[in-house]
C-alpha cells in the first residue's frame, strides 16, 4: 500500500446526507409526537424497521443473515472468496427502543456501520478482514427481560432455550415473537467458532447439536453509540473513547415497620419505617460521595405499603444501584451498602453484580488513533450504562465509540445528538475499521 | 323516679350472649379467611347486612325508615305518641367496612345501640326521649370518596346531590348504587328540623323543595367504636372518654429533578430529588417530635417516576399528614411543614384542613359518669381517627365512646376486640343513653 493510497484512505469520510437520511426514515418507524419513537423488541415496528434495514443492506449486495435470536448479520466481504468462516470485524448496536424512547440510541450504531460499509463499497477500499454489520434484538429488555440478551446469549451469558422463553408482559414469549415477525433465523446465535480463534469458550451450558453453522472469527467488535450521559457534551467534546464500563450492584432493600392508622397512635408506639428511609437515603448518598467522583449511587424504585395517605406503611421498598469503574472500590462500596442497610427490621439482598469491564487495549487504541487522526476533541471515559459491546467483549476484542447527546438525556422522546456529532462518530468507526488488521 | 327504681336503672346491663352472638352473625356476612370481613359500602354484602340489621329492628318493633342517602333510622318512641319530630336521641354508626376490613369498626357501634335498645324494651324502661339507631351509609370511603359521606350530607358538609354523584372505581355512581340494592329511601338525609331546636344550619345550599319531612330534633348523638389505636389497651383501660377529635391538615408534596440514567451522569452533574427526600424526611419527622406527644406526622404515600431500577427519579411524590387535638399547636405545624417543604423544585400542597373538633361537654360528660358507674377503667381522650360523629357534632351535641383493640390495628383482618371489652362500650352507651335527659 503506498503512501498516496494510504492518505486517500485518511481522508475517506461518510456521507454525512445519506447517513443523516436514514436516521430520519428510520425514525419515522414506530415515530411518538414529540420526536421520539416507540418501536419495542420483535413488535411489528421492529419488524419494519428490520426490514428496512435488511433492504438498504441488499441493495449493497450484502450477505444478510439471521440467528436464532433474531439477530441481523450483513456481511461485505474483503475479497470474493466466498467462506463464511473467514475472520470478520463485527460492527453495530440494535434497532428497538425503550417505549417512549429516542431516536439515536442504538440506531446510530447500525446506520453508521451500514455507512460505513457503503463508502468502503462506493470507494473500492481494501480491507483486511470481512465486514458484518449487526442489529442486536431485543437490547433495550423493555419487552422482554433481560435487556442485551440476544447478545448476551451470543457470548454464552444466557443459553439459547433461556432466551427463547423469556416472555413479555402479556406472556408472548420471545421464542414466538420471533417466529410471528418472521425473524427466527438458522444461523447459530451462539458465538462458538470450534477453532483456536475464539479468544474465550461460552460460558453456557453445551447445546445440544444444532443444524447451525458456526459463528465467523470475530477479530473485533466495535459500537457507535450516543453517550447517554453529560460528560462529553459539558466538556465539548465530540468523541469519547469507551475503554470499559462501570461494574454494577443492584440491592433489594426492605424496611419493616407495622401499618398503623396516622391518627390514633402516638409517634413513641408507633413503628414507622419511614423515618428509617430519611437516614437510610442520607448515609447512603454520603458514603457514595466518600468514594470520589467516579462514584454513582441511585434509588430509582422506592414504593410504601399499602401507600395510603392515613395510614402509617407497614414496609418500604427500595433499590440501589451502586457503580464505578474499579472492581476494589465497587467492593468497598458493597460492604457499606451492606452495613448502612443491617438492622432490625431491615432486610437487604444484592440481585445483581456485573463487575467493571475493561475492554480490549488494541481496539481502544484504533478507536483512539481514528479521532485523533480525524482531529476531533475526544477523551477516554467509562460506560455507565450496560451495551451490547459489554457481553460481546466477552468472547472478542471490543471497544465503544461514544458522542455527546443534548443533556445526556436517553430513554426519553427528548434524546438528541447534533448532526456534527453523529457525523463525526460515523467518521471515527470508518476510520477505525480501516485502522484494525 | 323513685330511689329503688334509679338503683335498678343503674344495675341494669346489656345481654353479652345477644349482643356478641349478633357480632358473629354478622360477620358472617362477607367474611373474609382470616376473620375479617369484606363488605364495600352498597355492594350485595351491605345489602345482606342492611337487611339482616332491619329484620333485627323489625322484631323488636322499631319504626325502621332510610333516608336518601340510605342510611338506616330504626325507632324506638319513649312513649306512643306517634309524633316524628319529637326529639330523639341518636346513636349509631355504620355496617360498611373496608375491603380487607375488620368485623368491629362499625359494626359495634350499630349492634350495641341495637341491645341497649332491647334492654330498655326488655326491662319496660321509661326513657325521656324517642331513640333512634342510625347504620350510615358509606363511612369507610373505602368504594365511595369521600368517607363519611352519609353523615357529611346530614350535617351538610356535603349537598345530596354531590354526595349521589360520587362514583366509584368501575364508575357508578353512588346514588344508582343505592337504587340498585333497594336504599334509596325517602327520608331526608340532611338534618333540617326547621325548629328552633336545630343547633346550626347546614352549610350545604339550599335544597330545592323535596317531599322528604324535616328530621326530628337530634339531643343528643353518642357513637361507641372500637379505638383504632392503640392507647387504652397499652393502658389496661376498657374505655375511652372521647372529648373530641384531632385536627388534621394533609399535603402533596414534590420534589422535583431530573429523570437520568443511573451509570453515566456524575453524582454532581445530577438533579437527583431522592437525597432531597431523605432530608426533609428527616426534617418532617424532627419538626413533630418537637411539637410533643399529642403531635403525628405521617408520611403514608411516596412514589417515585418513572420507578424504574437504574433511572435517577425525575420526581418523588409524597403525602404528610400532621395531626393534633389543639387549633394553635396544629397551626404552628403547619407553617413548619410549610417552611421545610420550601425550595428550589419543591412543591407543597394543602388539600385539606380538618380543624380539631371538641364534643359537646354535656355529653361528654354523661359518657364519663356512666363509666365511673359502672366502674370500669376509663380516660378522657381525643380520636385519631375521623367518624361519623365528627359530622353529626356539627348540628348536634355528640359524643363517643372507646373501647381497646388488640395492638390498635383496625383496617385489617387481624382487627379485635375482647369480649369484656364489647360487653363494656355497650353497657356504657347503654347507661349514657339513660342519663342523657
New interface residues.
Given amino acids: 500500500m503506498g503512501g498516496a493510497y494510504r492518505e486517500f484512505i485518511a481522508m475517506i469520510t461518510v456521507n454525512a446526507t445519506r447517513l443523516l437520511g436514514r436516521m430520519q426514515t428510520m425514525a419515522e418507524i414506530g415515530a411518538l409526537p414529540n420526536g421520539g419513537v416507540r418501536r419495542l423488541a420483535l413488535t411489528d415496528e421492529d419488524k419494519l424497521a428490520r426490514e428496512l434495514f435488511i433492504r438498504w443492506c441488499r441493495e449493497l449486495n450484502l450477505e444478510v443473515t439471521v440467528d436464532e435470536m433474531g439477530s441481523i448479520f450483513a456481511r461485505k466481504r474483503a475479497r470474493p472468496r466466498g467462506d463464511s468462516l473467514q475472520p470478520v470485524l463485527l460492527t453495530g448496536s440494535h434497532l428497538d427502543s425503550q417505549p417512549s424512547g429516542g431516536r439515536f440510541d442504538g440506531v446510530l450504531g447500525v446506520l453508521a456501520a451500514l455507512e460505513a460499509v457503503e463508502v468502503l463499497i462506493e470507494n473500492n477500499i481494501n480491507h483486511a478482514y470481512d465486514i458484518e454489520i449487526v442489529s442486536w434484538t431485543n437490547e433495550e429488555g423493555a419487552r422482554f427481560a433481560p435487556a442485551m440478551i440476544a447478545s448476551g446469549v451470543f457470548a454464552g451469558a444466557f443459553t439459547l432455550e433461556y432466551a427463547l422463553d423469556r416472555t413479555d408482559a402479556s406472556g408472548t414469549r420471545l421464542g414466538d415473537a420471533l417466529k410471528c415477525i418472521g425473524f427466527a433465523g438458522s444461523r447459530s446465535a451462539v458465538y462458538r467458532t470450534d477453532s483456536p480463534e475464539s479468544p474465550e469458550s461460552p460460558e453456557s451450558p453445551s447445546l445440544p447439536s444444532s443444524p447451525s453453522l458456526p459463528s465467523s472469527p470475530v477479530k473485533a467488535y466495535i459500537e457507535l453509540h450516543i453517550?447517554?450521559?453529560?460528560?462529553l457534551e459539558?466538556a465539548g467534546e465530540s468523541i469519547g473513547i469507551v475503554g470499559g464500563v462501570?461494574g454494577?450492584r443492584?440491592y433489594d432493600v426492605t424496611i419493616h415497620g407495622k401499618?398503623?392508622?396516622?391518627?390514633?397512635?402516638?409517634?413513641?408506639?408507633r413503628n414507622?419505617p419511614?423515618?428509617v428511609?430519611?437516614?437510610?437515603?442520607?448515609r447512603l448518598?454520603t458514603m457514595?460521595?466518600g468514594f470520589g467522583?467516579?462514584?454513582?449511587?441511585?434509588?430509582?424504585?422506592?414504593?410504601?405499603q399499602p401507600?395510603?395517605?392515613?395510614?402509617?406503611?407497614g414496609t418500604?421498598q427500595f433499590?440501589v444501584?451502586i457503580?464505578h469503574p474499579l472492581a476494589d472500590t465497587l467492593q468497598a462500596m458493597h460492604e457499606q451498602v451492606l452495613e448502612i442497610c443491617a438492622g432490625d427490621g431491615i432486610g437487604c439482598t444484592e440481585i445483581w453484580h456485573s463487575p467493571p469491564v475493561h475492554f480490549d487495549a488494541g481496539c481502544v487504541d484504533a478507536v483512539e488513533a481514528a479521532a485523533r487522526q480525524l482531529n476531533y476533541a475526544h477523551r477516554r471515559m467509562v460506560?455507565?450504562?450496560?451495551h451490547d459491546a459489554v457481553y460481546v467483549s466477552r468472547v472478542a476484542p471490543t471497544a465503544m465509540i461514544f458522542i455527546p447527546c443534548r443533556d445526556?438525556?436517553?430513554?426519553?422522546e427528548a434524546e438528541f445528538a447534533r448532526d456534527e456529532h453523529v457525523i463525526a462518530g460515523a467518521n471515527v468507526l470508518l476510520a477505525t475499521l480501516l485502522k484494525l488488521k
Same sequence: chains 1, 2.
Fill in positions: 453517550e447517554q450521559g453529560p460528560i459539558q462501570q454494577i443492584w401499618e398503623t392508622h396516622a391518627g390514633p397512635s402516638p409517634m413513641a408506639m414507622d419511614v423515618p428511609l430519611g437516614a437510610l437515603i442520607s448518598y457514595a460521595a467522583d467516579d462514584a454513582r449511587i441511585t434509588i430509582g424504585e422506592l414504593s410504601v401507600g395510603s395517605r392515613n395510614t402509617v406503611p418500604v433499590s444501584d457503580r460506560s455507565g450504562a450496560g445526556g438525556i436517553s430513554h426519553n
